[in-house]
Nanobody, 128 residues
Framework: VQLQASGGGSVQPGGSLRLSCTAS????????VAWFRQAPGKPREGVAC????????SYDDSVKDRFTISSDTARNTIYLQMNNLRPEDGAKYYC??????????????????????WGQGTQVTVSS
């Protein structure tokens, strides 16, 4: 299984970026994909996650109404649209994937410890 994260870059405050996470070799019907980020000297934090089987999504309060997570199952790709970026959004962003039960209901951000595979990360820098 491989996860390829891409789309990072450098933008000014208020700008937008769209991150992509493409999975290969992961053939499951029920799974969750999550985005995490980690800035230097800070702990890793969950940003958003989605269960593509039903489209349920959850977000950290700091990104609600600015970030949107979506899935394209035909392309095995999860997107994170990030609008109105702030300097504090600058970090390395990682995507991760894990299998879930068919009756799993996404009610909150998932723990990173339940996720099986991780991408290599993509850097996001927000500065003027």
């Amino acid at each position: 299984v491989q996860l390829q994260a891409s789309g990072g870059g450098s933008v000014q405050p208020g700008g937008s970026l769209r991150l992509s996470c493409t999975a290969s070799g992961f053939a499951r019907d029920y799974y969750v994909v999550a985005w995490f980020r980690q800035a230097p000297g800070k702990p890793r934090e969950g940003v958003a996650c989605i269960t593509p089987s039903d489209g349920s999504a959850s977000y950290d309060d700091s990104v609600k109404d600015r970030f949107t997570i979506s899935s394209d199952t035909a392309r095995n790709t999860i997107y994170l649209q990030m609008n109105n970026l702030r300097p504090e959004d600058g970090a390395k962003y990682y995507c991760a994937i894990g299998e879930v039960a068919p009756d799993f209901k996404l009610l909150a951000l998932v723990s990173p410890y339940g996720l099986d595979y991780w991408g290599q990360g993509t850097q996001v820098t927000v500065s003027s």
